[in-house]
């Protein structure tokens, strides 16, 4: 009888995407280790951490994406999520200094020396395991998410209003992150890091197996993603994008599934921030400060709003592209990232994913005869 | 024409009394009562602003009353939020078709099919045979059995209206409220909604709010006139039509 419609949990995109990915992810540690040195071939140790800085945003935009490409959450905080995670990450490298800080001393941080304390604060122990800080990298920004989320969405904040509060949010935390008594490097952050789980982080080998975990991370959370996307649940987080009142009238509690969906979210923006962190090497208050989280807004509306692969790809195109201009032209590229979100919402309402949408989507199934009928007959 | 001024239903289903709304001073609902058997199809009429929509709100845990009962059976509707409301078996079809546009037809109904509503149900959710025949038989029964693999988006109006019928369908409900579901449609179109609504009266309750007298008529049931958020008038078509006091109403006295 009739085929029931099912949604492929990857589809010709992904299964594209993600072969593209291992290909980048194999080959650019490859060619950085094995290829001699001043080749055509070799890939210097600058461009393994930039590439590597750039998966962290594409797993970055992605989360943002899983929210408001698929149910409508215009997020414009998880640049928190992810500066919480980088944190975290940041605690446990400051950790393995031990004494070989300016001050030597094996217990406290630098910056705590210099504040004069005597012993670490509470929220600090711990870190010296990385189990626990792995698990901290996840804990706290979905901790946070779920509380944020839990009050906004049962208050039915909605639209441009929760935008504004996940702005506000994140700017609280930028203010409080810059207090030096906050305990967490005040204005300087958290930098000068030795190594990780004892390998040294400047190392090119180090830096080619962060490279390859946070490709790894970007394909796991992208397959992740698909997974949630695809269920009935990746339906209803669709329906109450489209049309909230009449998913909540057919029995949804809209509230939880935003919920699921923000804390998930926040999980994975929380895993690209400690990826990024080893790798450039610092974090600091910054991070938090709102135009990073509008900047990720606008890779993934230029990659394309509700693929998740596009968003991924629009943040590897942006940055490249800021890379590029920022050396050429330092002054012009705000201005260049401005003109860029105004083309693609006047002139590519899909993004960058929707160039491709001509051979890598199937036709929408045909309006059927008795549906043409009908529609005749109402008009 | 059998006359409708005594029914006898075994129980009642729905029962408002003494319901007011106020909103900055405006009384939507003012002491409104309303007593719906199981198993009963009633009209409710009325002009624009009497009432109707805010009652469906209040009923559906949209709107909170001020005062007064709303009572399910024996549950107290005015203490539950929507989706609880929802599946206590209450549906309701928006007076604008409101279906899910980016999905197809058949998802449409497999969202609203009767089932665990968690989140983590749902990411569990696999289509078993019996799920894929109700949503078959559904399909049918709202005659948009070719178009199943439509995008609702692209349905007509009417067809519109009647996915969002058969998505109520899908819950199962044992009340169904239903706003204005000729509104922008065929003749013929109309005649079969007429059809689809008294066939699904046969085993649930309907409260049908409609401007449309002809279609009024064709259902055949007992009438409620609203007006300024309490009942003028209750009947059967006929009797209500002759009724003085609607007659003001209607023509502006």
């Given at each position: 009888?009739?085929?029931?419609?099912?949604?492929?949990?990857?589809?010709?995109?992904?299964?594209?995407?993600?072969?593209?990915?291992?290909?980048?992810?194999?080959?650019?540690?490859?060619?950085?280790?094995?290829?001699?040195?001043?080749?055509?071939?070799?890939?210097?140790?600058?461009?393994?951490?930039?590439?590597?800085?750039?998966?962290?945003?594409?797993?970055?935009?992605?989360?943002?994406?899983?929210?408001?490409?698929?149910?409508?959450?215009?997020?414009?905080?998880?640049?928190?999520?992810?500066?919480?995670?980088?944190?975290?990450?940041?605690?446990?490298?400051?950790?393995?200094?031990?004494?070989?800080?300016?001050?030597?001393?094996?217990?406290?941080?630098?910056?705590?020396?210099?504040?004069?304390?005597?012993?670490?604060?509470?929220?600090?122990?711990?870190?010296?395991?990385?189990?626990?800080?792995?698990?901290?990298?996840?804990?706290?920004?979905?901790?946070?998410?779920?509380?944020?989320?839990?009050?906004?969405?049962?208050?039915?904040?909605?639209?441009?209003?929760?935008?504004?509060?996940?702005?506000?949010?994140?700017?609280?935390?930028?203010?409080?992150?810059?207090?030096?008594?906050?305990?967490?490097?005040?204005?300087?952050?958290?930098?000068?890091?030795?190594?990780?789980?004892?390998?040294?982080?400047?190392?090119?080998?180090?830096?080619?197996?962060?490279?390859?975990?946070?490709?790894?991370?970007?394909?796991?959370?992208?397959?992740?993603?698909?997974?949630?996307?695809?269920?009935?649940?990746?339906?209803?987080?669709?329906?109450?994008?489209?049309?909230?009142?009449?998913?909540?009238?057919?029995?949804?509690?809209?509230?939880?599934?935003?919920?699921?969906?923000?804390?998930?979210?926040?999980?994975?923006?929380?895993?690209?921030?400690?990826?990024?962190?080893?790798?450039?090497?610092?974090?600091?208050?910054?991070e938090f400060s709102p135009e990073n989280s509008i900047e990720t807004v606008i890779w993934t509306a230029f990659g394309g709003r509700g693929t998740l692969w596009g968003a991924a790809l629009?943040?590897?195109?942006?940055?490249?592209?800021?890379?590029?201009?920022?050396?050429?032209?330092?002054?012009?590229?705000?201005?260049?990232?401005?003109?860029?979100?105004?083309?693609?919402?006047?002139?590519?309402?899909?993004?960058?994913?929707?160039?491709?949408?001509?051979?890598?989507?199937?036709?929408?199934?045909?309006?059927?005869?008795?549906?043409?009928?009908?529609?005749?007959?109402?008009? | 024409?059998?006359?409708?001024?005594?029914?006898?239903?075994?129980?009642?289903?729905?029962?408002?009394?003494?319901?007011?709304?106020?909103?900055?001073?405006?009384?939507?609902?003012?002491?409104?009562?309303?007593?719906?058997?199981?198993?009963?199809?009633?009209?409710?009429?009325?002009?624009?602003?009497?009432?109707?929509?805010?009652?469906?709100?209040?009923?559906?845990?949209?709107?909170?009353?001020?005062?007064?009962?709303?009572?399910?059976?024996?549950?107290?509707?005015?203490?539950?939020?929507?989706?609880?409301?929802?599946?206590?078996?209450?549906?309701?079809?928006?007076?604008?078709?409101?279906?899910?546009?980016?999905?197809?037809?058949?998802?449409?109904?497999?969202?609203?099919?009767?089932?665990?509503?968690?989140?983590?149900?749902?990411?569990?959710?696999?289509?078993?045979?019996?799920?894929?025949?109700?949503?078959?038989?559904?399909?049918?029964?709202?005659?948009?059995?070719?178009?199943?693999?439509?995008?609702?988006?692209?349905?007509?109006?009417?067809?519109?209206?009647?996915?969002?019928?058969?998505?109520?369908?899908?819950?199962?409900?044992?009340?169904?409220?239903?706003?204005?579901?000729?509104?922008?449609?065929?003749?013929?179109?109309?005649?079969?909604?007429?059809?689809?609504?008294?066939?699904?009266?046969?085993?649930?309750?309907?409260?049908?709010?409609?401007?449309?007298?002809?279609?009024?008529?064709?259902?055949?049931?007992?009438?409620?006139?609203?007006?300024?958020?309490?009942?003028?008038?209750?009947?059967?078509?006929?009797?209500?039509?002759?009724?003085?006091?609607?007659?003001?109403?209607?023509?502006?006295?």
């Amino acid at each position: 009888m009739i085929q029931a419609p099912v949604t492929p949990i990857l589809g010709r995109g992904g299964v594209i995407f993600l072969v593209l990915l291992l290909a980048v992810a194999i080959l650019v540690p490859v060619l950085n280790l094995f290829a001699t040195p001043g080749s055509a071939l070799h890939v210097p140790d600058y461009m393994v951490t930039l590439i590597g800085k750039y998966l962290c945003y594409a797993l970055l935009a992605l989360a943002v994406d899983l929210v408001w490409g698929f149910c409508g959450i215009l997020s414009l905080g998880h640049g928190a999520f992810f500066a919480l995670g980088g944190y975290a990450m940041g605690m446990y490298l400051m950790r393995q200094i031990g004494s070989r800080g300016v001050y030597g001393n094996p217990e406290l941080p630098d910056f705590m020396v210099f504040l004069n304390w005597k012993e670490l604060p509470w929220y600090w122990q711990g870190f010296e395991y990385f189990p626990f800080a792995l698990l901290m990298v996840f804990l706290v920004p979905g901790a946070l998410a779920f509380v944020f989320g839990w009050l906004a969405f049962r208050s039915r904040v909605t639209g441009v209003y929760l935008s504004i509060i996940t702005q506000a949010m994140t700017f609280a935390l930028l203010l409080a992150f810059f207090r030096n008594d906050m305990g967490f490097g005040g204005n300087n952050g958290l930098t000068d890091f030795k190594d990780i789980l004892g390998f040294p982080v400047q190392a090119s080998t180090t830096r080619a197996v962060l490279y390859f975990c946070s490709a790894l991370a970007l394909g796991g959370c992208f397959i992740l993603a698909r997974r949630i996307v695809s269920s009935k649940l990746g339906l209803v987080l669709v329906s109450i994008r489209d049309a909230e009142s009449r998913t909540r009238f057919l029995g949804y509690r809209v509230e939880h599934y935003k919920l699921f969906v923000f804390t998930v979210s926040a999980m994975m923006a929380g895993l690209a921030g400690a990826l990024y962190v080893p790798q450039v090497g610092i974090i600091n208050p910054s991070e938090f400060s709102p135009e990073n989280s509008i900047e990720t807004v606008i890779w993934t509306a230029f990659g394309g709003r509700g693929t998740l692969w596009g968003a991924a790809l629009g943040a590897i195109v942006v940055n490249a592209a800021k890379s590029w201009f920022t050396g050429l032209l330092p002054d012009a590229w705000l201005f260049i990232l401005g003109g860029l979100f105004i083309v693609v919402t006047l002139f590519m309402p899909k993004g960058l994913a929707g160039i491709f949408s001509g051979w890598r989507w199937a036709p929408r199934p045909p309006v059927t005869e008795a549906a043409k009928v009908s529609t005749q007959a109402a008009e | 024409m059998i006359a409708l001024e005594k029914p006898q239903f075994a129980e009642t289903l729905l029962f408002l009394e003494d319901v007011t709304v106020t909103f900055d001073g405006f009384r939507a609902l003012n002491k409104l009562g309303l007593d719906v058997g199981r198993g009963e199809m009633r009209a409710i009429i009325g002009p624009n602003g009497a009432g109707k929509t805010t009652m469906m709100d209040v009923i559906t845990g949209k709107t909170r009353p001020d005062e007064g009962r709303v009572l399910f059976g024996d549950i107290d509707l005015t203490r539950l939020d929507e989706a609880a409301i929802a599946n206590l078996g209450i549906g309701r079809k928006f007076q604008k078709p409101t279906v899910f546009e980016n999905h197809s037809v058949w998802t449409n109904l497999e969202l609203a099919l009767k089932a665990n509503r968690s989140p983590w149900a749902s990411l569990r959710w696999v289509l078993g045979g019996e799920a894929r025949d109700k949503i078959a038989a559904t399909l049918e029964r709202i005659n948009l059995l070719p178009a199943f693999a439509s995008l609702a988006g692209d349905l007509s109006h009417g067809q519109k209206q009647w996915l969002e019928i058969g998505m109520l369908l899908m819950q199962e409900p044992e009340l169904l409220l239903v706003d204005e579901p000729v509104a922008g449609m065929t003749d013929a179109e109309t005649e079969k909604t007429a059809h689809l609504l008294r066939n699904i009266a046969e085993t649930r309750s309907v409260v049908v709010v409609e401007h449309d007298m002809e279609f009024v008529r064709a259902l055949n049931v007992r009438v409620t006139v609203l007006h300024e958020g309490s009942v003028l008038a209750e009947g059967n078509l006929d009797a209500v039509q002759n009724n003085q006091k609607v007659i003001d109403v209607y023509l502006g006295r």
